[in-house]
Each structure stands twice: as structure tokens, then as C-alpha cells.
């Protein structure tokens, strides 16, 4: 509760919406921290952030 409180806890569309942010420029160092510790306790959003990278990957590759 503690941790809610002082707003280091993210929401699964808060951690979407940074993860799509971060391939775009780099995010500040508490926005890291916060999406990590949210990464280190949701599948899902671990998922959205794999699959984000197959994508950036799969267009690179494309482009060459």
C-alpha cells in the first residue's frame, strides 16, 4: 500500500504505454525503475515488451 501511495506502483497500461514510449526515446531513470519493478512481477507485460522488441527487430531487418 505504501509503495501505491507514493506512485511507484504502475499499471499494466501505465507499463504498456512506457514500453511503447522507451522505443521511441529513452525513458528517465525513475520511469525505468518503476516500469522494471512492475516487468519483474507481470507476465503479460514481460510478454507486450518481447513481443515489441520481435517487432522493432523484425522491421529493422525489413528496412535492409
Do not use: N, V
Not at 501505491?4 to 506502483?9: E, L, T
Not at 512492475?38 to 507476465?43: G, K
Not at 518481447?50 to 527487430?57: A, G, K, Y
Amino acid at each position: 500500500m505504501l509503495l501505491r501511495a507514493i506512485g511507484h506502483i504502475l499499471s499494466c497500461k501505465d507499463a504498456t504505454r512506457l514500453l511503447s514510449q522507451a522505443q521511441d526515446r529513452p525513458l528517465s531513470s525513475f520511469r525505468r525503475w518503476r516500469l522494471t519493478l512492475h516487468l519483474m512481477t507481470c507476465d503479460a507485460c514481460t510478454r507486450f515488451e518481447r513481443q515489441l522488441e520481435f517487432l522493432r527487430e523484425a522491421l529493422r531487418r525489413y528496412r535492409t
